[in-house]
């Protein structure tokens, strides 16, 4: 008899239930949500500690650099991210392919500002090449910017390319004149920093957890003003 293990969320899948679609300035057409995403094979969701399995990590490598990941290295992310109670990736799954085919990031920033508010923060929102037409890409950043509405943030963020500055003011985003830059200092290209001579000497090679993740500093001028 084969045994089945249980699957985790990475988030409570009843809060994508409480989200109103109807409250996003997006055009659907036909009208979708993230309970009735267009197609009874489609499925919008948590992130599950399985999804290793469905090829999220192969979804990401459309958008960006993601390295040679392994399981555990997976696992161990993802259960940080679990505990820490800020993180809402949020995948759509094509459910006959057992299949991650879109996906997106709510990031939880916890600020002493605006009465120690919190503040969202969108990240990697990409879709499978072959599923483009479905309207999956408004789908899921409109999900996962009502759910920053939901989870009580004042104001949601986002870094993208000019090329997509139309799509994202189309669902609501608005790029303010005067504060729309973004900066950043990469420390996994370009030249290299100096660092400290005593460190150095001391150090294995490796840095940080045992995900051994790119570290970036970002000096964010955001689409919003502070």
Not at 73 to 81: A, I, K, V, Y
């Amino acid at each position: 008899m084969v045994q089945l293990t249980e699957e985790t969320y990475l988030y409570d899948p009843n809060l994508l239930l409480k989200l109103d679609f109807h409250r996003s300035p997006a055009n659907f057409k036909p009208f979708i949500s993230a309970a009735n995403p267009g197609e009874p094979w489609m499925k919008v969701r948590p992130l599950k500690d399985s999804d290793y399995d469905r090829g999220f990590l192969q979804l990401l490598s459309q958008l960006t650099h993601v390295g040679n990941v392994n399981r555990t290295q997976f696992l161990t992310r993802f259960s940080q991210m679990k505990a820490s109670g800020d993180y809402f990736v949020t995948v759509i799954e094509d459910t006959r392919k057992n299949e991650i085919i879109g996906a997106a990031s709510l990031v939880i920033e916890r600020k002493f500002i605006h009465n120690c508010a919190v503040r969202g923060r969108l990240e990697d929102v990409v879709v499978n090449d072959t599923y483009r037409g479905k309207q999956l890409g408004k789908l899921i950043v409109v999900t996962v910017s009502l759910l920053a509405e939901e989870l009580g943030c004042y104001k949601m963020s986002l870094d993208c390319k000019d090329k997509l500055i139309k799509f994202y003011e189309s669902l609501g985003y608005v790029a303010i004149p005067g504060n729309s830059n973004s900066m950043t200092i990469r420390y996994d290209e370009g030249p290299t920093l100096k660092r400290n001579a005593t460190a150095a000497s001391g150090s294995s090679g490796t840095v940080g957890d045992s995900c051994q993740t790119n570290s970036q500093f970002y000096n964010f001028f955001s689409p919003f003003c502070y």
